[in-house]
């Protein structure tokens, strides 16, 4: 059963921007918080941006602010990861993950979609 499924992604040219969904069962609403994270060949994965749906609360990381915006539609069960200004280095499969909200680190997440490849290039 998948809980999580995001779409979205796709290939573009640096300064692009693509906008990444992010829709989930009704048991996305058993946790506080829904993120994205993101892994490219070869590294960790990270955190890119989070909102905790109970306090309208966002997170972003530093290589991402002011050019990512995460916002959610309660009513349509979604969250939204708009990407601006795309750069190379934001080349990586994007996950969504829902779960609890953290004040220090990253989203503690309990699942995790299949992800969605966001390739950018020069």
């Known amino acids: 059963q998948v809980q999580l499924v995001e779409s979205g992604g796709g290939s573009v040219q640096a300064g692009g921007s693509l906008r990444l969904s992010c829709t989930g069962s009704r048991s996305i609403s058993d946790w506080n918080s829904v993120g994205w994270f993101r892994q490219a060949p070869g590294q960790e994965r990270e955190g890119v941006a989070e909102i905790n749906i109970s306090g309208i609360m966002t997170k972003y990381a530093d290589s991402v602010k002011g050019r990512f915006t995460i916002s959610q539609d309660n009513a349509k069960n979604a969250v939204y990861l708009q990407m601006n200004s795309l750069k190379p280095e934001d080349t990586a499969i994007y996950y969504c993950?829902?779960?609890?909200?953290?004040?220090?680190?990253?989203?503690?997440?309990?699942?995790w979609g299949q992800g969605t490849q966001v390739t950018v290039s020069l």
């Open positions: 993950a829902v779960g609890w909200w953290q004040y220090e680190g990253p989203l503690k997440a309990n699942h």
